[in-house]
C-alpha cells in the first residue's frame, strides 16, 4: 500500500502550506500512522479501485462518498494512457536539449549565485522587498515587462515575456519568503531557490518562442508570504484575476526526497479555516470586577466550551488555537482578548460543519460573559488537483536530469500550491526534486542552499520544468490531454463534493416542550 510512503512524504516535505507555520510533531504522525494502518486494512476490504486513487481520501465516510468517483477516475487515466505519452514526451529531441542547455547555462553562469544571495539575506513574508528587487531586475534584464505590486500585495509581482500574452500562456510561479526563527528570518525551505529556478526555465522558454516563431508566451508570478497567513496571497492573487488566462502553471518547491503525487484531489494536511476570535469586555479594577466585563473569561469559555462538544464532532476534527491576546494587567479587568484557530477536517463539506460549533462557542462565550465578539474568517486552504499528464512526465524529467533519492511510488493527490484556491482552477506541477539531506524547516536544509546537495537539486529542477514547458509550448495533442484529464478530474471532484453534502446530514433538533 502506498500509505505508509505518503505519510513519510509528509514528513519529509510538509511543502504545502500553512502546514510550514503549525509543523507535524512527531506524535502526531505516530498518530497518524496508526489511523493509517486502519485505512490500509479498509483499503483491503474494499479492494476494488486502484490503490494510489484511493490515497485521497482520508475517513471511511469519505471513501464511501468516493467509490464510484474513483472508479470514473480510473477509467480516465486509463484512457490517457500516461506511460505512452511520457515515452513519447521524454525521447530524444535536440530542439529540447538546446534550450534546456540554456537554462542551465544561466542558472550555473548567474542564477545559482543570485540563490545563493538570497538565501544569505532572508527576509519573512510580505517584507520580501530586497528579494523581489533582485528577482524582478534579472527578469527585466532579460526583457521580461514588470507589474509590481499586484493584486494589492506590495511584494508580489507578474512578469510577463509578451505582455500582450498569446496562447499557450505559460505561468511560473515562484516564493521567496524565509522562515520566522528564533534567531532571525532563515531560509530553511529554500524558498531562495524558487527564483532561481523558475526564471532560469521562463527565460530559456520565451528564448525559445521568440526564436524559433512559435505561438506562447511565459509569465513569472511573484507569490509573496507563503508560509503566512493572512493573507493568502495566492488565493487573493486569484481573486484578483491576476492568473486569468493562464493554461499551466508550475513552481519548484526544496524536499528531501525527489517526488510527485498521484492524480486526483487532496491536501497534505487537511482543509483548513483559519479563524480569530476578538472579544471586547469593559475594563474595570480588580477590586470592583463588577463594574467591567472580563474578555479574558470570555476567552477561556471558548476554548472550554469547544472541549465539550467534542465528543459530537467526527473524531477526524483538529480544532488547536492559541490566546493572542489575553490581558495587560493582573489588577485591570481585560477589556480585549484575542484567539486564533485553525480549524481543519479532511474534506471542506464536514469542515463547515465543524467551524459553525466552533464559531457558536465564540458566540456563547460572549454571550455568558456579557462580552460582544468579532468572528474574522481571515483564510482557508483546500484540496488541490493533480494530474498524471503533468506530473509523470516532471518525474520522468527530474529523473532524466540527474535527480537523487528518488520515492518511485506517487504520493498522495494535491495541489502544487499550498491554498488550493489556484490549483483546482488551472493545471500544474510542483518540481520536487531532491535538494537537501535534512527536512524542511530545518537549519540543515537551510545550510544545504549552499552546497552542491542544494545546487544539484535546483539544477534538475530548472531543466525539468524548461523540458517540460517547452513540450507544453510545442505540442497541442499534449496540451489537450492535459486539459481533458485536468477537466475531467474537476468534474469528478466537484460530484465528490456533492456526494458528501448528501452524507453529512445534521440531526433535527426538537423545539423544547413544558413537559
Ligand atoms: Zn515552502
Redo the contacts with the bound molecule.
Keep these: 500500500m502506498a500509505r505508509d510512503t505518503s505519510i513519510n512524504k509528509n514528513q519529509s516535505h510538509p511543502?504545502y502550506a500553512t502546514e510550514?507555520d503549525v509543523r507535524i510533531l512527531d506524535e502526531e504522525l505516530n498518530a497518524m500512522r496508526a489511523h493509517y494502518v486502519i485505512l490500509a486494512t479498509l483499503d483491503v476490504l474494499i479492494g476494488l479501485i486502484g490503490p494510489h486513487l484511493l490515497t485521497a481520501q482520508e475517513t471511511p465516510t469519505e471513501r464511501q462518498a468516493a467509490r464510484e468517483i474513483l472508479r470514473k477516475m480510473d477509467d480516465l487515466e486509463k484512457s490517457l494512457d500516461v506511460p505512452a505519452l511520457v515515452a513519447k514526451l521524454t525521447a530524444p529531441n535536440a530542439g529540447r536539449d538546446r534550450v534546456v542547455a540554456r537554462a542551465k547555462e544561466l542558472m550555473e553562469k548567474e542564477l545559482l549565485a543570485l540563490s545563493d544571495d538570497i538565501g544569505r539575506n532572508p527576509e519573512i513574508g510580505f517584507e520580501e522587498h530586497r528579494s523581489v528587487e533582485k528577482l524582478t531586475a534579472y527578469l527585466e534584464q532579460h526583457d521580461f515587462v514588470l507589474e509590481a505590486g499586484v493584486a494589492g500585495l506590495p511584494t508580489a509581482f507578474a512578469a510577463r515575456s509578451h505582455p500582450a500574452g498569446s496562447p499557450p500562456r505559460l505561468g511560473i510561479i515562484v516564493e521567496y519568503d524565509a522562515l520566522r526563527g528564533t534567531k532571525g528570518a532563515f531560509h530553511g525551505?529554500q524558498?531562495n531557490a524558487q527564483g532561481p529556478v523558475g526564471i532560469a526555465a521562463a527565460i530559456a522558454i520565451a528564448e525559445h518562442l521568440a526564436a524559433s516563431k512559435l505561438p506562447g508566451s511565459v509569465t513569472v508570478f511573484g507569490c509573496p508570504g507563503?508560509?503566512m497567513m493572512p493573507p493568502n496571497a495566492k488565493t487573493q492573487m486569484f481573486e484578483a484575476g491576476v492568473f486569468n488566462g493562464i493554461d499551466v502553471l508550475v513552481r519548484s518547491?526544496a524536499v528531501m526526497a525527489t517526488s510527485r503525487p498521484a492524480p486526483g484531489f487532496g491536501t497534505c494536511c487537511l482543509n483548513i479555516d483559519g479563524v480569530k476570535y476578538v472579544f471586547s469586555g469593559a475594563p474595570a479594577h480588580q477590586m470592583t470586577s463588577w463594574n467591567g466585563r472580563n474578555a479574558l473569561t470570555a476567552v477561556i469559555h471558548l476554548f472550554n466550551n469547544i472541549d465539550s462538544v467534542r465528543s459530537s464532532l467526527r473524531p477526524e476534527a483538529r480544532i488547536q488555537g492559541v490566546i493572542a491576546e489575553g490581558g495587560a494587567a493582573p489588577n485591570v479587568v481585560p477589556d480585549r482578548t484575542v484567539a486564533d484557530f485553525y480549524v481543519r477536517y479532511p474534506d471542506e463539506i464536514y469542515l463547515k460543519q465543524v467551524r459553525e460549533f466552533v464559531d457558536n462557542a465564540a458566540r456563547a462565550a460572549a454571550l455568558s460573559t456579557g462580552t460582544k465578539v468579532k468572528i474574522d474568517h481571515y483564510g482557508k486552504t483546500r484540496d488541490g488537483i493533480s494530474v498524471a499528464t503533468l506530473a509523470e512526465v516532471g518525474f520522468a524529467y527530474m529523473k532524466k536530469y540527474g535527480a537523487k533519492n528518488v520515492l518511485e511510488e506517487p504520493g498522495k493527490p494535491q495541489g502544487y500550491e499550498e491554498t488550493g484556491s489556484v490549483s483546482r482552477e488551472i493545471p500544474g506541477l510542483g518540481f520536487t526534486a531532491a535538494s537537501s539531506s535534512a527536512p524542511n524547516h530545518t537549519y540543515e536544509m537551510d545550510g544545504d542552499n549552499f552546497t552542491d546537495v542544494g545546487h544539484q537539486g535546483f539544477l534538475v529542477d530548472a531543466q525539468a520544468m524548461t523540458a517540460l514547458l517547452f513540450d507544453f509550448a510545442g505540442n497541442p495533442e499534449y496540451r489537450a490531454a492535459v486539459k481533458r484529464e485536468f477537466e475531467g478530474i474537476r468534474t469528478l471532484f466537484a460530484e465528490y463534493l456533492r456526494e458528501l453534502e448528501k452524507t453529512y446530514t445534521v440531526p433535527q433538533v426538537a423545539e423544547p416542550t413544558a413537559k
Excluded: K, L, Y
Design positions: 511543502s510550514h525551505d524558498h507563503e508560509e518547491h
